[in-house]
């Protein structure tokens, strides 16, 4: 597609609920970024791919966090047992390159609220 | 950690002023990359800034890229009510990992 899709835009879980938040990039784009950011803040690293490869996950906050990508092109962020503090808008980002310094094309996100 | 400060946090200004945003580290970035982010919507990259030292011009925009590589300045001429929205810097690592500031939120007046 023409740029990075994100679904749904917005989604209002139960507590204790799970959720998948899926993200389409830009065919072709090598790299893959979670990031989640809280209202009026700068983004919130998660995890990283290359390809189908996880490279980085340093940033998911705790166990209840699951990413995976498993064809090297849409990824699905998964929240298991979702708890109030997990609400935040969810931003992915692809980029074409394997390095960072050429700058990342990001979705709208999804706003997740929990209730 | 690599760490990035942004100031102000808050900018509230009229139409037609100027206004420089900062961004500082005390680690030494590849790159240093400016986006702007409206409400309801995912960050848009401005530009990107590698060399020490580098300015780059954007219509109103100017961007600086500190000697050192350590910091960066965003200063917009004539500010138009368009301009509004949150203003990110982020610090690039050899394998794409982007470390964001907290943010600028611009706000512009009619």
């Known amino acids: 597609g023409a740029g990075v899709s994100q679904s749904p835009r917005y989604k209002v879980a139960k507590r204790g609920q799970d959720v998948a938040l899926r993200c389409d990039p830009i065919?072709?784009?090598?790299?893959l970024f979670w990031y989640q950011q809280a209202l009026g803040q700068g983004p919130e690293f998660l995890t990283y791919f290359q390809n189908e490869a996880q490279l980085d996950k340093s940033g998911l906050p705790s166990d209840r966090f699951f990413a995976e990508r498993p064809e090297g092109s849409v990824s699905t962020l998964k929240i298991q047992r979702t708890q109030q503090e997990d609400s935040a808008v969810y931003l992915c980002?692809?980029?074409?390159?394997?390095?960072?310094?050429?700058?990342?094309?990001f979705g709208s996100g999804t706003r997740l609220t929990v209730v | 950690t690599q760490l990035l400060e942004q100031s102000p946090q808050f900018l509230s200004i009229q139409e037609g002023e100027n206004l420089t945003v900062y961004c500082n580290s005390s680690s030494v970035f590849s790159s240093l990359q400016w986006y702007r982010q409206e409400p309801g919507e995912g960050p848009v990259l401005l530009v990107t800034?590698?060399?020490?030292?580098e300015v780059k011009k954007l219509k109103r925009l100017t961007f600086q890229f500190g000697d050192a590589r350590k910091d960066s300045s965003l200063h917009i001429t004539a500010a138009q009510t368009g301009d509004t929205g949150l203003y990110l810097c982020?610090?690039?690592?050899?394998?794409?990992?982007?470390?964001f500031g907290q943010g600028t939120i611009l706000t512009v007046h009619p």
């Open positions: 980002a692809s980029s074409s390159r394997g390095q960072g310094n050429y700058g990342y094309t």
């Open positions: 800034v590698v060399t020490g030292g």
């Open positions: 065919s072709g784009h090598v790299s």
């Open positions: 982020t610090g690039g690592t050899s394998y794409g990992k982007l470390t």
